[in-house]
């Protein structure tokens, strides 16, 4: 089993940073607040997880820090605030890196208690010109870093020379986090490696009466027994009508014997996501209206990763999926009327209401503009996307026969846009009807 350490190393942070402080202008700084910590209820919180922004560039994962890049200064480039050591703390609450830490292990140039950064922070700004944040993200820091600016300002007859323009760093950070480098796609990689060995494990497991909930216990063990701490987002285990409900996360249901269950989840490695949906039948065996919905996703699916590769524009997959399934529909009476007409008319919405795929990366929904200059992006070599079309006919569903009601289907997989082509990073989840049904009947699953 490899571990998180050894697919990103800091070095790898490091050349991140030298790569963003040359794209910087000269008198410009960087600042980057981490996640600040959320409470969950009272004195509990939620289990803390870095700033995506700022664990790209860090790699640090302590709360309560902020980053600054600062090209050309002779002191040190890059500035990490974070909290200083702290025994008595410690013991409460988890070791600290603390300030020598924060260099040693982190590379940073200099750290500094992170209650001095108002503090520091004038003198940080002081002589630049431009300051790149991400404002938006957190209120507080915002007003923190405004406040700063003007205090600055208000000392320009003392020749105190303070930055003029303030840039949102989305653009600048955003584009370089859409192309993987070799460990991001390493780590993507294991995280699709895990969560195919946890939807292996629900589709063993699963039988008619258990709870929803129950599945989602066999996901999650996967995923920690195989080195993955947290799910990448909140699993969808959605038993009959539930998989209509397009982020159904109650997982509270029973399963019901003749239902489907939708299955969307994915396991978090060194901070990146997979994200993988299967729909399984519940008692093992499809219907016939099951497995003739399931296989027209399945082939509206098979249509959009062909159209993966460089060069394709972003809306490509969802076109072809598109096409698929609104012929499909109308060869199984679902829609009636020309398909081409249907397609142009958005038809085939009411059941299929969403896009075909995301960018996929330290976040589910990954950062990166799907348009540029107002067209849909060519994609490109190290391009990580989900491709994930979907049917779903809720009961009670006008002018749909009844054998169609309340079944949700959805197949996603992880997709890499390769210099030639593509790479199914979940290729290894089974997905065709007889390698399900075969799974399901092995032994322990009923």
Not at 243 to 248: D, E, Q, T, V
Not at 434 to 446: F, L, V, Y
Request: contains cysteine; glycine residues 8%; positive net charge.
């Amino acid at each position: 089993m490899t571990r998180e350490k050894d697919v990103i190393k800091q070095s790898v942070y490091q050349r991140r940073r030298r790569q963003m402080i040359k794209s910087l202008p000269r008198d410009s700084l960087l600042i980057l607040p981490t996640a600040t910590v959320s409470r969950r209820n009272n004195d509990v919180e939620y289990p803390f997880r870095a700033d995506s922004d700022f664990l790209y560039l860090s790699g640090f994962q302590e709360p309560e820090a902020i980053l600054v890049l600062l090209p050309g200064r002779r002191e040190g480039e890059y500035v990490l605030f974070c909290r200083p050591r702290d025994i008595g703390k410690e013991i409460w609450n988890g070791r600290r890196a603390g300030l020598e830490g924060a260099c040693r292990e982190y590379l940073a140039d200099v750290a500094y208690p992170i209650d001095d950064f108002d503090q520091c922070l004038p003198e940080l700004l002081a002589g630049r010109r431009r300051v790149y944040a991400a404002s938006g993200s957190d209120e507080a820091f915002d007003h923190r870093l405004l406040s700063a600016l003007r205090r600055l300002r208000q000392q320009a007859r003392a020749g105190v020379a303070a930055p003029v323009e303030l840039f949102a760093l989305d653009d600048l950070l955003h584009e370089r986090r859409l192309r993987k480098d070799r460990s991001e796609i390493a780590a993507l990689k294991e995280a699709a490696r895990v969560s195919v060995s946890a939807h292996h494990r629900l589709m063993r497991h699963c039988r008619p009466g258990l709870k929803e909930y129950v599945l989602e216990a066999e996901l999650m063990h996967e995923f920690m027994r195989a080195g993955c701490r947290s799910p990448a987002y909140p699993s969808i285990v959605a038993g009959g009508e539930n998989a209509c409900i397009l982020h159904y996360t109650e997982n509270n249901a029973r399963l019901n014997d003749g239902d489907l269950l939708l299955v969307d989840a994915g396991a978090e490695y060194a901070g990146y996501a997979a994200d993988i949906t299967r729909t399984i039948p519940v008692n093992g065996c499809f219907t016939a209206p099951q497995r003739a919905i399931y296989e027209l996703v399945l082939a509206a699916q098979q249509a959009a990763i062909r159209e993966v590769r460089p060069g394709r524009r972003w809306d490509a997959p969802h076109r072809a999926a598109v096409r698929v399934i609104t012929r499909g529909l109308c060869a199984l009476g679902i829609l009636k009327g020309e398909p081409a007409k249907l397609i142009r008319d958005e038809a085939y919405k009411p059941f299929f209401m969403h896009k075909t795929g995301h960018w996929l990366g330290l976040d589910v929904h990954d950062v990166g503009a799907y348009k540029v200059a107002g067209s849909w992006r060519p994609l490109e070599a190290g391009m990580v996307l989900t491709v994930e079309p979907g049917i779903y006919i809720a009961a009670g569903t006008k002018g749909v026969a009844r054998r169609w009601w309340g079944i949700g289907v959805r197949i996603e997989d992880d997709v890499l846009v390769t210099a030639k082509g593509h790479e199914i990073l979940t290729a290894a989840a089974v997905k065709n009807v007889a390698d399900i049904e075969a799974m399901m009947s092995t032994a322990g699953s009923h």
